[in-house]
């Protein structure tokens, strides 16, 4: 038992270490991109976000035209402080997005643990460590994670209201639990689409 208890303590310190060293080099290496025009000119989508949240942070809460882009994605960017214009030769103005950055991180890694819970309660003990490692290992990912676009939410948003919906089918029953279960998996899928 004390041996059980001390292995949960280590395992435990180890993660977080592991998250302080990734989350170290990804702040280094946002510092690094900020000085390259693949951070200071976003394009297309990228663009269209950082406008559209600085447009919500300045008090415009409604569209002016319908949203043929997500339409909850720009609310997110301003609500992280990370709307930002764009000068006459489409370079960002300001700062760098780092409330963005920092929330989407949290996202990323935050899908990391959900995969990580449901690969061990889901598969075999010697590969349920592996859907979490697929997606820590999937580039695109992490550099979506500190960009303006919506797909690590989406993930995210996608994998917890799966996980929740799985989490509430094993469990069953019908009562407040359940229900609770189910209206969160719901919103967080809603969200999603």
Request: proline fraction near 4%; hydrophobic fraction near 50%.
């Given at each position: 038992m004390i041996r059980s208890v001390t292995g949960l303590r280590a395992g435990r310190v180890a993660a977080l270490i592991a998250v302080l060293i990734v989350s170290a080099a990804w702040f280094a290496a946002w510092r690094v991109l900020d000085r390259t025009p693949l951070s200071r000119v976003p394009v297309l989508d990228e663009a269209h976000y950082l406008r559209e949240g600085a447009a919500v942070a300045g008090g415009r809460l409604v569209p002016e035209r319908p949203s043929v882009m997500s339409?909850?994605?720009p609310y997110f960017v301003a609500?992280?402080?990370s709307g930002?214009?764009?000068?006459?030769?489409?370079v960002r103005t300001g700062p760098p997005p780092w409330g963005l950055r920092v929330a989407q991180f949290a996202?990323?890694?935050?899908?990391?643990?959900?995969?990580?819970?449901?690969?061990?309660?889901l598969l075999p003990p010697t590969v349920?460590?592996?859907?979490?490692?697929?997606?820590?290992?999937?580039r695109p990912g992490a550099v979506l994670a500190g960009s303006a676009l919506l797909e690590v939410p989406l993930t995210f948003l996608a994998t917890l209201g799966l996980s929740t919906?799985?989490?509430?089918d094993a469990k069953g029953g019908a009562?407040?639990?359940?229900?609770?279960?189910a209206v969160?998996?719901?919103?967080c899928l809603g969200l999603a689409g």
């Open positions: 339409p909850l994605y609500a992280t402080g930002r214009e764009l000068d006459a030769h489409r996202m990323w890694l935050g899908t990391a643990w959900l995969l990580l819970r449901e690969g061990r309660r349920g460590w592996l859907p979490a490692l697929l997606w820590l290992l999937y919906a799985v989490a509430a009562g407040s639990a359940a229900r609770r279960r969160l998996a719901g919103t």
